[in-house]
């Protein structure tokens, strides 16, 4: 495995970050034949914690990685220096770190991934994908969740959004590849208007060279994602598996298990089959816009 050089990271990548050195950690343990117990013994630990660091799911103690390192038999110096940098770098707070009054944990998670990953394919049939979403349209999705709120933390929820999208337009931008449900374009989120601008807003994206945008319209039938709206995220990184996620209302999945992954990427190629093909896309919202928000 190539040692990632502190700061050559994509821009808000410590959830990646985090899961590569995990990764590390679990191969230089399994080459040593220790247990889990015995490596969380040694960091006055448990084997429970041991799992979580290795699968990226908790921040790193500079301490505890210097201890598994010399555990593991790691004496260079050059080496341990590299691995606890990156342990450091791994616990730098996100961009969205600003938004934790309003961002639950497991969305920072996916939100650490989504800024490191090289594709992002996603398939939605309720809403136009976050990362499309104008301001008044992606206002009109957090009312109909948080319509409680007071004005201010609606508008921070917007930001949050906006912040997200910077990732398609920044220099070396990951490739998004979307599949739509025709029933997204045609729900009036925030009313006529809104939906107008955010249908000219998709014909817009249409035109950049890194996003892919197509749709499933009602004459397809049924198709394979009838379970719902999911991600696939994939990483430069070859020590990064891909990884599915599956938001809930309160929670969400991030599966990584290989036979997970095939049958969600198996469905994805099903879907991106039974959808018109991306060129079509920017017509078919035009009729859209001039049968029913014109």
């Given at each position: 495995?190539?040692?990632?050089?502190?700061?050559?990271?994509?821009p808000?990548g410590?959830t990646?970050l985090r899961m590569?050195?995990?990764?590390?950690?679990r191969?230089l343990?399994?080459e040593?034949g220790?247990?889990?117990?015995?490596?969380?013994?040694?960091?006055r630990s448990?084997?429970?914690?041991?799992?979580?660091?290795?699968?990226g799911?908790?921040?790193?103690?500079?301490r505890?990685?210097?201890?598994l390192l010399?555990?593991?038999?790691?004496?260079e110096?050059?080496e341990r220096f590299?691995?606890?940098e990156l342990?450091?770098?791994?616990?730098?707070?996100?961009?969205?770190?600003?938004f934790?009054?309003v961002?639950?944990n497991?969305f920072?998670s996916?939100l650490?991934?989504?800024?490191t990953a090289?594709?992002i394919?996603?398939?939605?049939?309720?809403f136009?994908?976050?990362?499309l979403?104008t301001?008044?349209?992606?206002?009109?999705?957090?009312?109909?969740?948080h319509?409680?709120?007071?004005r201010a933390?609606?508008?921070?929820?917007?930001?949050?959004?906006?912040s997200?999208?910077?990732?398609?337009t920044?220099?070396?931008?990951?490739?998004?590849?979307?599949v739509v449900?025709?029933?997204?374009?045609?729900?009036?989120?925030?009313g006529r208007?809104?939906?107008?601008?955010?249908?000219?807003?998709?014909i817009?994206?249409?035109?950049?060279?890194n996003?892919r945008i197509?749709?499933?319209p009602?004459?397809?039938g049924?198709?394979?994602?009838?379970?719902g709206?999911?991600?696939?995220?994939?990483?430069?990184?070859p020590?990064?598996?891909d990884?599915?996620y599956l938001?809930?209302?309160t929670?969400?999945l991030?599966?990584?298990?290989p036979d997970?992954v095939?049958?969600?990427?198996?469905s994805?190629?099903s879907l991106?089959?039974?959808?018109t093909?991306p060129d079509?896309?920017p017509?078919?919202l035009r009729?859209i816009?001039?049968?029913l928000y014109?």
């Open positions: 495995m190539t040692t990632p050089s502190p700061g050559s990271a994509t808000g410590p990646a590569l050195l995990g990764a590390h950690l191969r343990r399994e040593k220790i247990t889990r117990g015995e490596a969380g013994w040694e960091i448990s084997e429970s914690k041991i799992s979580r660091l290795e699968l799911r908790v921040s790193f103690k500079v505890d990685v210097e201890d010399t555990l593991y038999g790691v004496e110096p050059a590299r691995w606890i342990a450091k770098e791994a616990n730098n707070p996100g961009w969205w770190h600003r934790g009054d961002l639950p497991w920072q996916y650490g991934l989504e800024a090289t594709l394919r996603t398939y939605e049939f309720q136009i994908p976050g990362l979403q301001k008044d349209y992606a206002r009109g999705v957090v009312l109909l969740g319509g409680y709120a007071g933390e609606i508008d921070h929820r917007v930001e949050l959004r906006e997200r999208q910077k990732i398609l920044r220099v070396d931008p990951p490739r998004f590849w979307c449900d025709e029933a997204a374009l045609r729900r009036p989120i925030g208007a809104v939906m107008r601008a955010q249908l000219q807003s998709l817009e994206h249409c035109s950049l060279p996003v197509q749709v499933i009602f004459s397809a049924g198709h394979s994602a009838a379970g709206a999911y991600t696939i995220l994939r990483f430069a990184d020590d990064l598996p990884i599915v938001e809930q209302l929670s969400a991030y599966l990584d298990k997970d095939d049958e969600y990427t198996a994805m190629e991106c089959v039974q959808a093909e079509q896309t017509a078919i009729g816009i001039d049968e014109s």
